[in-house]
């Protein structure tokens, strides 16, 4: 079965600065994708960002970018230019390539605070 | 984007009764929903995957007869709590499985609370 950690339950950031989440995920699979979603207090989940283990380049969207160094199984999420918006919680999921029914593998998530 | 809704977003009840939640895509056929339960500052727990037309396959450990969940067509899923009890209350979230392009989305989430 896949695992996804994520071991800081919090973190901080001042506005304008850049900060970087971290996750490692364990799997035998050689093909999934890896995510990044954001819930902020209302409690939608927002896909932040999506990685193809087939792909070598990293992901990046806007200010979101990610460091996905498969060898290692680690796929952490940079946040750049952070704003107060980005205050949320974070979570890192797998899932399996195939399958209409593969389902999302989540960490616990991290609580991400922006510091104005 | 493609926009997956779920009703009520809110629902009190007292202990013993009954509550459905429903999950519907708007504008895209769903082949298969999760339903998930959040309690707060915590992750998602998958509870149950449904596909139209089939019976749900439920996580180990969540209870069949607890949480009913429907499937009925491509674009609603239901979740029936039954015979609700206070440790029933959470924030339960579903996600659509887009039929062509596989891509999931995320209902609004829907918060029961059981006194």
């Known amino acids: 079965a896949q695992t996804v950690t994520q071991s800081q339950p919090e973190m901080s950031v001042q506005e304008a600065e850049t900060v970087t989440l971290s996750c490692t995920y364990d799997?035998?699979?050689?093909?999934?994708?890896l995510f990044w979603y954001k819930q902020p207090p209302s409690r939608q989940m927002i896909l932040v960002i999506r990685?193809?283990?087939?792909?070598?380049q990293n992901a990046t969207e806007n200010r979101f970018s990610v460091n996905f160094q498969k060898a290692a199984k680690s796929f952490s999420l940079k946040i750049s230019d952070s704003q107060l918006g980005d205050a949320a919680m974070y979570f890192c999921?797998?899932?399996?390539?195939?399958?209409?029914?593969?389902?999302?593998?989540f960490g616990k998530g991290i609580t991400l605070s922006v510091r104005p | 984007g493609a926009v997956v809704s779920q009703h009520p977003s809110r629902v009190i009840c007292k202990s013993g009764t009954s509550v459905k939640i429903e999950c519907r895509s708007l504008?895209?056929?769903?082949?298969?929903m999760f339903w998930y339960r959040q309690f707060p500052k915590q992750s998602l727990m998958l509870m149950a995957t449904?596909?139209?037309?089939?019976?749900?396959?439920?996580e180990q450990g969540v209870e069949k007869d607890k949480f009913l969940i429907n499937h009925a067509s491509l674009t609603l899923s239901t979740l029936t709590v039954t015979s609700a009890h206070p440790e029933d209350s959470s924030f339960y979230i579903c996600?659509?499985?887009?039929?062509?392009?596989?891509?999931?989305?995320f209902g609004e989430g829907s918060r029961l609370t059981v006194l």
């Open positions: 990685q193809e283990a087939y792909k070598q």
């Open positions: 799997t035998s699979e050689s093909d999934y994708y």
């Open positions: 999921a797998y899932r399996s390539y195939t399958g209409a029914n593969s389902k999302l593998t």
């Open positions: 996600s659509a499985r887009r039929w062509d392009t596989g891509e999931l989305f």
């Open positions: 449904s596909n139209e037309g089939s019976k749900a396959t439920y």
């Open positions: 504008d895209f056929q769903a082949t298969t």
